[in-house]
T-cell receptor, first 114, second 116 residues
Framework: KQEVTQIPAALSVPEGENLVLNCSFT??????LQWFRQDPGKGLTSLLL?????REQTSGRLNASLDKSSGRSTLYIAASQPGDSATYLC?????????????FGKGTKLSVIP | SAVISQKPSRDICQRGTSLTIQCQVD?????MFWYRQQPGQSLTLIAT?????????ESGFVIDKFPISRPNLTFSTLTVSNMSPEDSSIYLC?????????????FGPGTRLTVT
């Protein structure tokens, strides 16, 4: 059974700092990995998707990497801003026909202090 | 990407009652999903709803408690029946779309349910 772990559970940084969020998964037979952002009491916003064959994806100040063999992904946020404060979730989709259920980590709650 | 709306955005309900949550998508999609996020926890898939067929429920979730309808390719409902305080959660619907390279899931804004 796939398990996804995110470390740290919470992180507080001063504005302008670069930071890294970590995600690890136990089964490397994945189809893709998605990073999401969730604001308090709200739904999820998809940030980046990495296919299993890819090593990284970039969008603006965000860069996500994937090392499938070691079961790890990182989300790098450059020059953090107070508006980045949210919970960040990673989720993996298994490989295989008809396999679409995402397994989520519990998230990292990020606070960016002005 | 698909734009998803949910109604209601939040509700406070009495124990023993039922609530129906609506999910509307701005494009036709085959796969729709319903997730639950209990306080302080991550998301758990309740069921998958395909148009024209019965919903497929995950382990621990049953149709009598969470009946789902999927009348067309843009709409679905989830009913939380005979509610108890343990049902207090955020309920989210999501859809899967085929992009250039991969399948990607998009989520609605969620329905925050409190059962008293």
């Amino acid at each position: 059974k796939q398990e996804v772990t995110q470390i740290p559970a919470a992180l507080s940084v001063p504005e302008g700092e670069n930071l890294v969020l970590n995600c690890s998964f136990t089964d490397s037979a994945i189809y893709n990995l998605q990073w999401f952002r969730q604001d308090p009491g709200k739904g999820l916003t998809s940030l980046l998707l990495i296919q299993s064959s890819q090593r990284e994806q970039t969008s603006g100040r965000l860069n996500a990497s994937l090392d499938k063999s070691s079961g790890r992904s990182t989300l790098y946020i450059a020059a953090s801003q107070p508006g980045d404060s949210a919970t960040y979730l990673c989720a993996v989709r298994p490989r295989g026909a008809g396999s679409y259920q995402l397994t989520f980590g519990k998230g990292t709650k990020l606070s960016v202090i002005p | 990407s698909a734009v998803i709306s949910q109604k209601p955005s939040r509700d406070i309900c009495q124990r023993g009652t039922s609530l129906t949550i609506q999910c509307q998508v701005d494009s036709q999609v085959t796969m729709m999903f319903w997730y639950r996020q209990q306080p302080g926890q991550s998301l758990t898939l309740i069921a998958t709803a395909n148009q024209g067929s019965e919903a497929t429920y995950e382990s621990g979730f049953v149709i009598d408690k969470f009946p789902i309808s999927r009348p067309n390719l843009t709409f679905s409902t989830l009913t939380v029946s005979n509610m108890s305080p343990e049902d207090s959660s955020i309920y989210l619907c999501s859809v899967e779309e085929r992009g250039d390279l991969s399948y990607e899931q998009y989520f609605g804004p969620g329905t925050r349910l409190t059962v008293t």
